[in-house]
């Protein structure tokens, strides 16, 4: 069983940075592909990024691709969001989710955190 929590949203104006964090509890974490996604108001949760177990692949959604880099610390059992030059359009819940099989993927995961809030303001 995996448990994560999200920290480090916030209000931020646009062009602004912000870096999520994920807190992973359980000793297999370090064995899953850690992804971010978000929802915002009115749509459908979304892929925003993910990263191998070993930092060895990322993948990234085309909407944030060159702005948001995800990293993770294997000895912490934390999973990193680093968001540049925000967007308003960017405005959501984040969240955290881990995926136990190897392959990475942009839908099926297996355990999720319960979010946080980044607004952005323009």
């Known amino acids: 069983q995996v448990r994560l929590v999200e920290s480090g949203g916030g209000l931020v104006q646009a062009g602004g940075s912000l870096r999520l964090s994920c807190a992973a509890s359980?000793?297999?974490?370090?064995?899953?592909?850690a992804g971010w996604f978000r929802q915002a108001p009115g749509k459908e949760r979304e892929f925003v990024a993910a990263?191998?177990?070993?930092?060895?692949?990322?993948d990234y959604a085309d909407s944030v691709k060159g702005r948001f880099t995800i990293s993770r610390d294997n000895a912490k059992n934390t999973v990193y969001l680093q968001m540049n030059n925000l967007k308003p359009e960017d405005t959501a819940v984040y969240y955290c989710?881990?995926?136990?099989?190897?392959?990475?993927?942009?839908?099926?995961?297996?355990?999720w955190g319960q979010g946080t809030q980044v607004t952005v303001s323009s």
């Open positions: 359980g000793r297999t974490f370090s064995s899953y592909v």
């Open positions: 989710a881990a995926r136990s099989a190897p392959a990475m993927s942009r839908w099926q995961y297996d355990y």
């Open positions: 990263v191998s177990w070993d930092s060895g692949n990322s």
